[in-house]
């Protein structure tokens, strides 16, 4: 089965420290990895996705994220964190034959001033 | 502008009432999905849609029912909610093909007492 995990509830950044929210991930076959972003009050926004190729794939507002295939991790990182970064942040694996994503618990991520 | 549309935002409702939440996306993707987002446990998908009249579960159905007569229209029925109803609910649409994005629409936050 295909599964997503997100060690960490919560991290806490310096603004204009480099970010790392962890993401580990378990599939049969090829992995299609996204992450989200969901503002309170919203619904979850689109960052950035990694479908093959080059190992760092960039995104929306200065986000990056790097794909490791030994170590099955897709990290989101970002050089310098903004206040606005603070958000929930979730990573996700697209199964290939339903088309259903499977989340992670999600990282509340909180950057400070 | 293309966004997906949920009705209502908020909604507080009584065991056994019927409801339907209403689900509406202008961007002509043959998919569509329903979640529902409980602490801890992140998003969960309860239903699916891969085009018209053609609907599945999802991971976590029971006690849901969806129907897709048209393309852009994708309501979630509660035949008779119950307390462990109560959630924040997201519909979702994205084109067909395993590497596309999906867009969310802004929840509808539902309790039931």
């Known amino acids: 089965a295909q599964s997503v995990a997100q060690p960490e509830d919560q991290v806490n950044v310096a603004e204009g420290n480099p970010l790392t929210v962890k993401c580990t991930y378990s599939?049969?076959?090829?992995?299609?990895l996204f992450w989200y972003v969901q503002y309170p009050n919203r619904g979850l926004q689109f960052l950035l996705k990694?479908?093959?190729?080059?190992?760092l794939v960039k995104g929306s507002y200065g986000f990056e994220a790097e794909f490791n295939k030994s170590q099955t991790s897709f990290h989101l990182k970002k050089p310098s964190a903004l206040v606005s970064d603070s958000a929930l942040y979730f990573c996700a694996v697209r199964d290939s034959g339903t088309y259903k994503y499977i989340f992670g618990t999600g990282t509340r991520l909180k950057v400070l001033a | 502008e293309a966004q997906v549309t949920q009705n209502p935002r908020y909604l507080i409702t009584v065991t056994g009432k019927k409801l339907t939440v209403t689900c509406s996306q202008n961007m002509n993707h043959e998919y569509m999905s329903w979640y529902r987002q409980d602490p801890g446990l992140g998003l969960r998908q309860i239903y699916y849609s891969m085009n018209v009249e053609v609907t599945d579960k999802g991971d976590v159905p029971e006690g849901y029912k969806v129907s897709r007569k048209e393309k852009r229209n994708f309501p979630l029925i509660l035949e008779s909610p119950s307390p462990n109803q109560t959630s924040l609910y997201f519909c979702a649409s994205s084109l067909s093909g395993v590497d596309t994005e999906a867009f969310f629409g802004q929840g509808t936050r539902l309790t039931v007492v």
């Open positions: 990694y479908i093959t190729g080059d190992n």
């Open positions: 599939v049969s076959g090829n992995p299609y």
